[in-house]
């Protein structure tokens, strides 16, 4: 039969690479953005947040880059583990509400 | 390392009884969420909730769902006549502050309506 769901766009890497997540946002009044991983069966943990008065924030091994102009996002992870394999879900925020809106996801796979 | 915690883990029941899911936000926190996942599918922000009342609310928190902070550490999302389609993750999760603040999620609590 057929499957019912989302189909979530797919990113394999070999272990030690750089992997690079992207992430499109919809509403330009959005000005805080957060990249979450979740792992099966979890729920999703912070891994790094931006403002929009940025355009680039370093964490360990991570770095978020924002561009306001196409409103796009993205998530780089240096030296790619196997742990690093989940999914990862962009969201974004408007400083006028609270909730957060999450994108699509990446389904990210660590070959080792 | 403070975390948000949530009970049961896993909660399955009939359609139409109700269920009360149960979250223990980070203790300093002041704000407080719902999320839920449908398998497969994206995160969706249900209710948030400060100072003992909803801040804000999505167009699927409808009359079915209430919010309550019954003491000063737990925080419940009750449904009151599950459906087929109540089934998913719930997520809670809790803020220092409302704006631009990161949101810490618990594990979730899988729920199955049968």
């Known amino acids: 039969g057929e499957s019912v769901g989302l189909h979530l766009p797919t990113l394999s890497v070999q272990e030690g690479d750089n992997s690079i997540i992207n992430c499109a946002y919809s509403?330009?009044?959005?000005?805080?953005f957060i990249w979450y991983k979740q792992e099966s069966g979890k729920g999703p943990q912070f891994i790094i947040d931006?403002?929009?008065?940025?355009d680039k924030r370093q964490g360990q091994r991570v770095t978020v880059l924002l561009n306001k102009t196409v409103k796009h996002l993205s998530l780089q992870i240096a030296a790619t583990q196997p742990g690093d394999s989940a999914v990862y879900f962009c969201a974004e925020n408007k400083a006028s509400g609270s909730r957060l809106t999450f994108g699509e996801g990446t389904q990210l796979t660590v070959n080792p | 390392e403070p975390e948000v915690t949530q009970t049961p883990s896993h909660q399955v029941t009939q359609m139409g009884q109700e269920v009360i899911l149960r979250c223990v936000p980070i203790s300093n926190h002041l704000y407080f969420y719902w999320y839920r996942q449908i398998l497969g599918q994206k995160v969706e922000f249900l209710v948030s909730f400060y100072n003992n009342e909803i801040s804000e609310k999505s167009e699927i928190f409808d009359d079915q769902f209430s919010v309550e902070r019954p003491d000063g550490s737990n925080f419940t999302l009750k449904i009151r006549s599950t459906k087929l389609e109540d089934s998913a993750m719930y997520f809670c999760?809790?803020?220092?502050?409302?704006?631009?603040?990161?949101?810490?999620f618990g594990p979730g609590t899988r729920l199955l309506v049968l």
């Open positions: 999760a809790s803020s220092a502050d409302r704006i631009q603040e990161t949101q810490y």
């Open positions: 509403n330009s009044a959005s000005d805080y």
């Open positions: 931006i403002r929009s008065n940025m």
